[in-house]
C-alpha cells in the first residue's frame, strides 16, 4: 500500500509553466511500478497524461501533451514530477497520480491514487 500527495497545482495564465509533484507520503514506489497522471476537468472524464516506468526511467505521453509535458522520477525521494509548459485554459482540471504495475494509460491498471491537485488556466 502507498499513499500518494500531490502538490504544486495552482493558477497560472495560458502559456505559463507549472511543476506538479507527487511524493509516497507511506509505503514505497518499487522498482516494478509505473507512476500515472491523470487529469479530469469539470463535466469531463478522468484522462491519462502520462506515466513513467520506474525501474527503466521509459515515458510515454498523451498527445495532447507531448512536446510540453515532462514526467521525471526522483527515486531517493520516492517523488514523481510533472513539469507543465505552454498550458492552455482547456488544461483546466484536478491533476491525479497514481500508482500501477502495468505499462498502461488505463486508469484500472492504477491502484493507488493520491487526492489530486487543482491546476487552473485562465487570464
Known amino acids: 500500500q502507498v499513499h500518494l500527495v500531490e502538490s504544486g497545482g495552482g493558477s497560472v495564465q495560458p502559456g505559463g509553466s507549472l511543476r506538479l509533484s507527487c511524493a509516497a507520503a507511506s509505503g514505497r514506489i518499487y522498482s516494478s511500478s509505473v507512476m500515472g497522471w491523470f487529469r479530469q476537468a469539470p463535466g469531463k472524464e478522468r484522462e491519462f497524461v502520462a506515466l513513467?516506468?520506474?525501474?527503466?526511467?521509459?515515458?510515454l505521453y498523451s498527445d495532447s501533451v507531448k512536446g510540453r509535458f515532462t514526467i521525471a522520477k526522483d527515486g531517493p525521494n520516492q517523488s514523481v514530477h510533472l513539469h507543465m509548459t505552454a498550458l492552455k485554459p482547456e488544461e483546466t482540471a484536478s491533476y491525479y497520480c497514481a500508482r500501477g504495475s502495468k505499462y498502461s494509460t488505463t486508469q484500472s491498471d492504477y491502484n493507488y491514487w493520491g487526492q489530486g491537485t487543482q491546476v487552473t488556466v485562465a487570464p
Open positions: 513513467i516506468r520506474w525501474n527503466s526511467g521509459v515515458t
